[in-house]
């Protein structure tokens, strides 16, 4: 199976340089760890001033994983693509990849999917691992887990579709900060990764909780620390139901406008 | 024309001002000739602020307050850190692209002119969109100026520049060792991304940490005098922590550290970037 | 010694780097290694350039040449040695050396990417404090040498290699530095512009009187520019002399050429000392037809190949 070959290839590549960032690898997870300090004291004074523990069905202990997690999943789910592609449309590059016989859409998964594999093992994992220790074991392991990584892979298909949407706009504006910050902003506040989805004011959430977004970040988080919604069988299958349709409807949308965004650059010829 | 023995040429305050204005018109001219992603960005960096706001909405629509610190003092001290923010967003923006510059090899052409490396540099970009992060701070810091009945004095007028302005020398230091460290490392661009998160931190109070990180984020990373430190200085005028009067000692002292930095990486770097 | 410009004196350059295993386990062994090895880019190369001059300064790829004109800038601090250019130690005082040096680099533009030209030099005129009638005539000069109409008001950004070429190198001449560092100038460029800029680099050089270092792997580059010659190959100094004294040391090659009879031409290298040309002559009448022979001089090119292949032949 000679693609089979191919993407393993790239995986392994991916891995070798993500590799050689041996220092990058440390200062991201030592980012990680400072990070998870404020968060720590900025909720516990918050929640010290309040004088309920419980506020909107989340105690402190429940905010400070989320918020926590979620840095730690956007660690793992960033990819620097949309700055990638626009340098390598601004240099030409992008030529050379389009002429190579592998999907370019496909390429560009499976080449990023090595750092995705160390990053999730050297930055996510230890992270986890200090959360867990610092609350005591607060986070359930058990079959949520096994949950949590599929529910994990489809939110990184579904951020990787969202940027390969995003990344052609970049191309017709000739713009790429602007748009990314947009990009940004939106899926950071609406996924709930600034601040949990339970705070937002019901009718703002009822509305959100009908993007895409929610499945990038709250959705893994919510499998992977059993909370409502999740904790039934029912509930996980349709949450994990809602992720995989907006991974198919995001990944077709996608193609979509990837080939047409492919004609504009041909036809400039980079 | 004879060539005559090469002198120093004094390059003084003025040398250096009158330059850094002429390079900077020519940078904004042809920025603005590239007007889509002008006004994309413009854009960009409002919807940004417009969601920092949103966020502090909701967590106020959910806790009235922190630490004691209610909606308008927290308000105040949003605004205030915007503003600070500012100088560090517009002028010193090309420190984004030091890492690829040193990667490619192109930072070599930097060092070739009688003229000091580091402002050569970062003299080369100047970031409109700041200005709307500029904008927003202002409008919120005076809105919550007067509703927290500050007076409005020569005095209190006079600290609130000279201690915005101090203030903003911290952002400065930490994001010019963030981008220095590309010197030393490949992934830098991470502790740049880093270092940007922690300024959403530099909105709270630091009285929420405990000992050993209020020391951390005093000293080491010092988001808690982009705003904290010198706020106090309008939110409880009565009782003004030392710290806070040396900030602009600190701030200097920092900024200086971090220049001397990034100028050692330029010297250590091998330039074999070709 | 007043009319030396460039004085170099053992000078050795090492870098460190690190040794990379191969495959995946070889990665994550070098996560922990510290393995590193010393490349010496540099070694041990001593020479002095006079007020003047221009110098070739040529070697295969990876030679040092890159490497020894960033110590001579003051980019890099050698590793060992001395040098002076204009009586300084270029890495030491870099602003006042830099203040009476041009440096060119062929693919990388020095210039403001998207002002025009006539701003680029304004800023420039502004940098290096060149007082405004100095400023005037070299630009009447410069007007004198070459055709500026055409790029003077163009952004950089929207020239060809060969207007930006030439550009960097007015810009580079600008404040009437007593030295400019060329670094393959000409690469990349057709014929055309290769000449042009060859004549400008002469014509500033008979005027201004300013040292040039070139270095290329152009021959027509060093024909038409260069007195002297200096190679490198991995990091030693090969060769220093004038390029005439070269056609001497060469001067019993030939190159000798035959047309056969389908039409092709044969080639072949002849020392005169060693062979004789009839000789070869008669031997390929014996299985091809000549219908024509040239006897040349042998091409520079060829004469600095044999350097190269000699210096290996001592190792």
Not at chain 3, 280 to 286: L, M, N, S
């Amino acid at each position: 199976m000679n693609s089979i070959k191919r993407l393993t290839a790239l995986t392994r590549a991916g891995v070798m340089e993500s590799l050689q960032f041996r220092l990058g690898t440390v200062v991201t997870l030592f980012g990680n760890l400072i990070y998870l300090a404020l968060v720590y004291f900025l909720w516990k004074a918050i929640y010290d001033s309040c004088g309920s523990s419980v506020v909107n069905g989340m105690t402190f202990y429940d905010t400070m994983i989320y918020l926590i997690l979620a840095t730690a999943i956007f660690n793992f789910l960033e990819m620097f693509i949309i700055w990638d592609m626009s340098r390598s449309i601004q240099s030409g590059e992008i030529i050379l990849h389009l002429l190579k016989p592998m999907k370019y859409r496909l390429y560009t998964f499976w080449s990023y999917s090595g750092t995705h594999l160390i990053s999730f093992f050297l930055t996510f994992l230890p992270t986890f691992i200090v959360v867990m220790i610092i609350t005591k074991g607060a986070i359930p392991l058990g079959w949520n887990f096994l949950f949590f990584v599929i529910s994990l892979t489809m939110a990184l298909i579904i951020n990787f579709n969202i940027d390969m949407l995003v990344a052609p706009i970049c191309l017709y504006t000739e713009s790429t900060w602007g748009i990314n910050m947009v990009k940004e902003t939106i899926v950071l506040l609406l996924s709930g990764a600034t601040i949990p989805l339970a705070f937002f004011p019901d009718s703002i959430r009822r509305v959100v909780e009908y993007m895409p977004f929610r499945a990038v970040y709250d959705m893994p988080l919510t499998i992977l620390l059993n909370k409502d919604g999740a904790n039934t069988m029912n509930g996980l299958l349709s949450m994990l139901g809602t992720q995989l349709i907006w991974c198919i409807v995001l990944t077709i949308a996608g193609n979509l406008f990837w080939n047409h965004a492919v004609k504009r650059i041909t036809v400039n010829g980079g | 024309m004879e060539q005559t023995k090469t002198l120093k040429k004094k390059r003084g305050l003025l040398f250096y001002i009158s330059i850094y204005r002429k390079i900077l018109i020519q940078d904004l001219k042809s920025k603005m000739s590239y007007r889509a992603d002008f006004i994309i960005s413009n854009f960009g960096m409002i919807i940004s602020n417009m969601s920092g706001f949103v966020t502090f909405m909701i967590l106020f629509h959910n806790f009235p307050s922190i630490n004691g610190w209610n909606y308008y003092h927290m308000l105040f001290l949003y605004g205030f850190s915007l503003i600070a923010l500012t100088p560090v967003q517009c002028f010193f923006d090309n420190n984004w692209n030091l890492r690829f510059m040193v990667r490619s090899g192109d930072f070599i052409r930097y060092c070739f002119r009688p003229i000091n490396v580091f402002f050569y540099f970062i003299s080369e970009v100047f970031d409109v969109k700041g200005l709307g992060q500029f904008a927003f701070g202002l409008g919120t810091f005076i809105y919550a100026w007067c509703h927290l009945g500050i007076p409005v004095t020569i005095v209190t007028v006079s600290q609130a520049v000279i201690f915005l302005l101090t203030a903003s020398l911290f952002m400065i230091a930490i994001m010019n060792a963030a981008a220095a460290t590309c010197f030393w490392i490949i992934n830098s661009g991470y502790v740049m991304v880093i270092m940007n998160r922690f300024r959403d931190f530099a909105k709270y109070p630091a009285s929420i940490y405990n000992k050993v990180f209020k020391f951390i984020f005093s000293f080491i990373i010092p988001i808690a005098f982009v705003a904290y430190y010198p706020s106090l200085v309008f939110i409880t005028p009565d009782n003004v922590p030392l710290l806070t009067w040396l900030s602009p000692l600190i701030g200097a002292f920092f900024f200086y550290l971090s220049y001397k930095f990034w100028m050692l990486g330029v010297r250590r770097y091998d330039f074999t970037g070709s | 010694m007043a009319n030396e410009v460039v004085v170099m004196k053992n000078v050795s350059k090492e870098f460190k780097v690190l040794n990379r295993h191969e495959g995946l386990k070889g990665s994550f062994q070098d996560l922990f290694s510290r393995d590193y090895k010393i490349v010496k880019a540099v070694n041990d190369v001593s020479l002095t350039v006079e007020k003047g001059e221009i110098i070739g300064y040529l070697g295969p790829n990876g030679a040092g040449k890159s490497t020894t004109i960033k110590m001579m800038t003051g980019v890099l601090e050698p590793s060992s040695g001395e040098i002076e250019v204009n009586g300084m130690v270029p890495y030491k005082d870099r602003t006042r050396n830099s203040e009476n040096m041009g440096v060119v680099f062929g693919q990388r533009s020095q210039l403001w990417w998207n002002l025009p030209l006539i701003e680029s030099f304004k800023l420039l005129r502004d940098i290096y404090m060149v007082p405004e009638k100095d400023y005037k005539d070299m630009l009447e000069l410069y007007k004198s040498l070459v055709d500026i109409e055409p790029i003077i008001h163009k952004p950089v950004r929207q020239m060809s290699l060969g207007q930006r070429t030439l550009s960097d190198i007015l810009a580079a001449f600008l404040h009437n530095p007593g030295i400019v560092f060329l670094d393959e100038p000409t690469i990349g460029l057709d014929v055309s512009m290769k000449a042009k800029i060859r004549e400008l680099i002469k014509g500033l050089n008979e005027v201004k009187k300013t040292t040039v270092i070139l270095t290329t792997h152009d021959m027509g580059d060093v024909d038409a520019l260069c007195k002297r010659i200096i190679i490198i190959d991995e990091g030693k100094k090969i060769y220093d002399n004038d390029i005439d004294h070269l056609k001497n040391y060469f001067g019993s090659y030939r190159t000798l050429r035959m047309r056969l009879e389908d039409g092709t031409w044969e080639e072949q290298v002849i020392d005169e000392k060693k062979t004789d040309v009839m000789h070869v002559i008669q031997e390929t009448q014996k299985s091809h037809k000549i219908k024509d022979i040239q006897l040349e001089e042998i091409s520079t090119e060829e004469v600095i190949r044999k350097i190269y292949e000699g210096s290996k032949a001592y190792e």
